[in-house]
C-alpha cells in the first residue's frame, strides 16, 4: 500500500532562517506531488505541484521554492522566512493522470510552522 | 470561472442528529470530478469519496451519504446519526484539467455530546 511521510510535524523558526520541509512517498511510481498551506481557520492553498523529476509548477508568488530531486521526494524550501509564511503546511500525492485531474490526493500529516 | 462555495462556515449540532453539509460548485467543463475530503482536529486530510460528472447516482457508505445534482451544480454530504468523532473541518472540492483541485473554504462540523 502507499504511504506519505512529512517531516517534521512542527517546526518553530526564527525570520530569516532558512526553510526546508520533506516529503516522500513510498509505494508508488512517479506520483503526482503537491505542496499546500492552511494558514489557521482557513482553507487550502497550493503552492507548488510536480509531474515528474525536476518538473515544478508554482501558483502563488512568494518566497518558497520547491524541488524535487527523486520521483518519490518533494521539498518545501526558503531561503529566509517571513512571519507571513507561518502556518500549516501539508504535502499531498496522487496517481498520475492524463487529461483532467481525476484521482484523490492523499495527504500527510502536515507540518506545523510558526515563525517568531 | 470554477469555484467552490461551502457557505456554512460552521455548523454545531448534538450527537446522534442528522446534518448535511453543503456544497456548491461552478464549472464550465463538461467532464469534472468532485471530491470530499475530512480534516480532524489532528490535521491530515483525509479522503472520502470521488464522483465524476456523469454519475449522478447517490452514494451511501454506512452514515455517510453524498447527494450530487447536477442541475443545481450541488454535492451535498449528510451524515446521519451524527457522532462526536464526526467533528472535523470537511471540505469540498472540484477537479480542475491542469492536475489541481478548486477547494472550497471548509465546514466546521462540531457534534456535541
Known amino acids: 500500500s502507499q504511504t506519505i511521510h512529512q517531516w517534521p510535524a512542527t517546526l518553530v523558526q526564527p525570520v530569516g532562517s532558512p526553510l526546508s520541509l520533506e516529503c516522500t512517498v513510498e509505494g508508488t511510481s512517479n506520483p503526482n506531488l503537491y505542496w499546500y498551506r492552511q494558514a489557521a481557520g482557513r482553507g487550502l492553498q497550493l503552492l507548488f505541484y510536480?509531474?515528474?523529476?525536476?518538473?515544478i509548477s508554482s501558483e502563488v508568488p512568494q518566497n518558497l521554492s520547491a524541488s524535487r530531486p527523486q520521483d518519490r521526494q518533494f521539498i518545501l524550501s526558503s531561503k529566509k522566512l517571513l512571519l507571513s509564511d507561518s502556518g500549516f503546511y501539508l504535502c499531498a500525492w496522487s496517481i498520475t493522470s492524463t487529461g483532467y485531474n481525476n484521482q484523490p490526493q492523499h495527504f500527510g500529516d502536515g507540518t506545523r510552522l510558526s515563525i517568531l | 470561472a470554477q469555484k467552490v462555495t461551502q457557505a456554512q462556515t460552521e455548523i454545531s449540532v448534538v450527537e446522534k442528529e442528522d446534518v448535511t453539509l453543503d456544497c456548491v460548485y461552478e464549472t464550465r467543463d463538461t467532464t469534472y470530478y468532485l471530491f470530499w475530503y475530512k480534516q480532524p482536529p489532528s490535521g491530515e486530510l483525509v479522503f472520502l469519496i470521488r464522483r465524476n460528472s456523469f454519475d449522478e447516482q447517490n452514494e451511501i457508505s454506512g452514515r455517510y451519504s453524498w447527494n450530487f445534482q447536477k442541475s443545481t451544480s450541488s454535492f451535498n454530504f449528510t451524515i446521519t446519526a451524527s457522532q462526536v468523532v464526526d467533528s472535523a473541518v470537511y471540505f469540498c472540492?472540484?477537479?480542475?484539467?491542469?492536475?489541481?483541485?478548486?477547494w472550497g473554504a471548509g465546514t466546521k462540523l462540531i457534534i456535541k455530546p
Open positions: 510536480s509531474v515528474g523529476i525536476g518538473q
Open positions: 472540492a472540484l477537479s480542475r484539467s491542469n492536475y489541481q483541485l478548486i
